[in-house]
């Protein structure tokens, strides 16, 4: 039996300097396989891990060729990889069965030998709190269609929400490796064996705004590496879960375009026109016409001058005093 607590401050670095963004506690009590107890320090890390360098995802990728990791789980944690390359932590679902998989640098400098074991600890403490935190979020909050587990995450820490969880973890297998310059660790258990609740539920209105920045973030991530029908999926998921903005109608647009459906690139033009009038910024009414500028046809330009011309209603509307 593995008694395991911890009180987690999250920060980050900004412009501004150090910035608290949420706190979570979490004590959980996980029965591993050999039956050892372990005591987990307090310790305090980032909730949004840093994003990777190419070095990270290397390092990741070797260790999930060279490790005794089930198969399935290796396939769906290489895919994972493949679709988001910045992602410094993995989780999936294989089947029943739910896995994490964290990496972490190591300190530089020739006092590195001596933070191997600290940092190994480290690192599988995170996994362990990422996979019960992720339970605890993503069983809350799919009644909302909030499915998209990374993307929550993230936006529990950008809306400065306090999340508290309460977890236990049941025949947990977990491992822990250095990997190059880079300590990885990797959890997985059985679906139904994590049990985890959300005692204090985040303010759901800023939740929701901040999960479809995040979410569309992503999408744009994907087009910059042209995964126009990908990223088409993130914008039909946001329209699902009712979570709109002129910059989702206009980065659906453009997919639209660049997949040659010009029909519904300037259905989609037109909707924004309709749903967000003169609400919308002028520089978001410009780029619609300039999208519809770019398509041909008599009722893309008829579109297009009639974006310039709200846009330019908004900047005059701006300026009067």
């Known amino acids: 039996m593995l008694h395991y607590a911890c009180r987690l401050g999250i920060c980050f670095q900004g412009g501004t300097g150090i910035c608290l963004c949420f706190a979570i506690s979490i004590f959980l009590m996980i029965d591993t396989p050999g039956g050892a107890a372990e005591i987990h320090p307090d310790y305090q890390s980032a909730a949004t891990p840093p994003q990777l360098s190419a070095k990270h995802a290397d390092a990741l990728r070797r260790w999930l060729t060279r490790r005794q990791v089930p198969d399935d789980i290796r396939q769906a944690a290489l895919a994972q990889l493949q679709n988001a390359p910045d992602a410094a932590t993995l989780v999936g679902e294989c089947g029943n069965r739910v896995f994490v998989i964290v990496v972490q640098s190591l300190p530089e400098g020739d006092g590195r030998q001596r933070t191997i074991p600290g940092m190994l600890h480290l690192t599988r403490a995170i996994a362990v709190q990422e996979l019960v935190l992720s339970k605890a979020v993503v069983s809350h909050f799919v009644a909302l269609g909030l499915s998209n587990s990374p993307a929550l995450r993230k936006a529990l820490t950008l809306s400065s929400s306090e999340v508290q969880v309460a977890g236990r973890i049941q025949g947990m297998e977990q491992q822990a490796a250095v990997e190059g310059d880079f300590a990885v660790a990797f959890v997985v258990a059985d679906e139904v064996a994590v049990f985890a609740n959300l005692l204090q539920p985040a303010r759901i209105s800023a939740l929701r705004v901040a999960y479809r920045d995040v979410v569309q973030e992503q999408m744009r991530g994907l087009m910059h590496r042209g995964g126009w029908q990908k990223a088409l ?57 300039d999208i519809a500028k770019g398509i041909s046809g008599q009722t893309a330009e008829q579109l297009a001058v009639r974006a310039y011309t709200m846009a330019s209603e908004r900047l005059l509307y701006q300026l009067t005093p």
Do not use: W
């Not at 998921?237 to 300037?266: I, M, W």
């Open 233 to 289: 999926v993130q914008s039909e998921h946001l329209f699902s879960c009712g979570l709109v903005s002129p910059g989702l109608f206009l980065d659906t647009a453009r997919c639209y375009v660049k997949l040659e459906k010009s029909g519904n690139a300037q259905r989609i033009l037109r909707q924004m026109l309709t749903q967000f009038g003169a609400a919308a910024d002028a520089g978001s009414l410009e780029e619609a016409g």
